[in-house]
């Protein structure tokens, strides 16, 4: 082992391999001090890639392709490039395309145009659609603060339009009539309308349910004067256009993972009186057998600012890994009796 040390010193003295070696002192404990290799230096992209071999060769010279890029067209991207050097090699066919993307974004902050509606020369109108994951990364390197709203989490669900300022088409809202006393337009109880006449209109009844998923939303008991909405994930950011909530009683529940208190907390940045329900540490460890894992992409790791205490204990706890890694219950897994149990201590009636 020695006599291998000995001899990368002296091929780095005498740079005969095209590289040098950057060495350290250290002094493990009960052994004396030692000077040991700690990394090496190629002087030339050339010697690197013959040091590597063919195999690997192709990815240095891709990396390299990249990083030149990036220094001419966004040169502030240039430490992501250092720091996930395989991220990109693996965009490498595409990153030119990537930052004539980046460069639109900062010549339109919040540009307020959908996916496919961003004119770039030379890019298909699913290309951002497609790589919504590379670009969120991109965009939060270079973008200024105040073009970028934290409060989104993931890239899915309309994550990477709320964060950088896209629209959708108008979406529909879903709701359910729950109440047995409430008037059913004709005859029905279930409705899907545009979220423009959502916040028109004047839905009676006295408190509002949201469920993140659908078959919670479609099993969900009678409750009276009340009204469920299905929340699909993010989508809640669309009531924040309806005035008429802030006079309803607002509870919210959803998965018990970092993206379901996200949209807890997002949805109380327009309604702060919203309750959680079934959102707690003693729900999670109740059903320990039926947790699933959370997806990387949907996780959010950031601070929220509208979670009451016990809601960010849990928020730290999940994100921790302490209990495992990207710990997840979804609500679809509660026992019936437990969501009546906790209807009933809301006191909310299921008899008119």
Not at 133 to 153: G, H, N, T
Request: glycine fraction near 8%; charge should be neutral.
């Amino acid at each position: 082992m020695i006599e291998h040390v000995q001899a990368l010193k002296k091929a780095s003295t005498r740079n005969e391999g095209g590289f040098l070696i950057k060495w350290q002192t250290v002094r493990p404990a009960g052994w004396q001090t030692q000077t040991v290799p700690r990394y090496a230096v190629f002087t030339t992209p050339e010697m690197a890639a013959a040091f590597l071999g063919a195999a690997q060769s192709s990815a240095l010279r891709q990396l390299l392709g990249v990083a030149e890029a990036t220094a001419s067209y966004a040169p502030e991207l240039l430490p992501l490039v250092h720091s996930k050097p395989f991220v990109a090699i693996e965009y490498a066919a595409k990153w030119g395309r990537l930052l004539d993307v980046v460069r639109y974004f900062r010549n339109h902050p919040r540009p307020g145009v959908g996916l496919r509606e961003i004119a770039v020369p030379g890019i298909d109108t699913k290309f951002v659609e497609n790589n919504k994951k590379i670009l969120d990364v991109m965009l939060s390197w270079v973008m200024p603060e105040d073009a970028l709203d934290r409060s989104a989490c993931g890239v899915i669900r309309g994550g990477f339009e709320q964060r950088h300022g896209l629209v959708t088409s108008d979406p529909l809202i879903r709701f359910r009539l729950l109440g047995p006393d409430m008037e059913m337009p004709f005859g029905m109880s279930d409705f899907s309308v545009p979220s423009r006449d959502f916040h028109a209109a004047k839905i009676p009844g006295e408190v509002v349910i949201i469920c993140e998923n659908k078959r919670t939303f479609e099993t969900f008991p009678a409750v009276a004067k009340g009204i469920v909405i299905w929340g699909q994930g993010r989508a809640v950011g669309l009531l924040g256009g309806a005035p008429w909530l802030q006079e309803r009683r607002l509870i919210y529940w959803g998965d018990i993972d970092t993206f379901g208190l996200s949209i807890l907390s997002h949805l109380r940045s327009y309604f702060p009186h919203t309750e959680s329900m079934l959102m707690d540490q003693e729900t999670l460890l109740a059903h320990k057998r039926l947790w699933t894992r959370e997806l990387d992409s949907e996780r959010c790791l950031t601070d929220l600012a509208h979670l009451t205490h016990p809601e960010n204990e849990l928020l730290q706890l999940l994100i921790s890994n302490k209990l495992g890694t990207n710990i997840r219950f979804e609500q679809e897994w509660l026992q019936p009796t437990l969501l009546q149990q906790a209807i009933d201590s809301r006191h909310l009636r299921t008899e008119p």
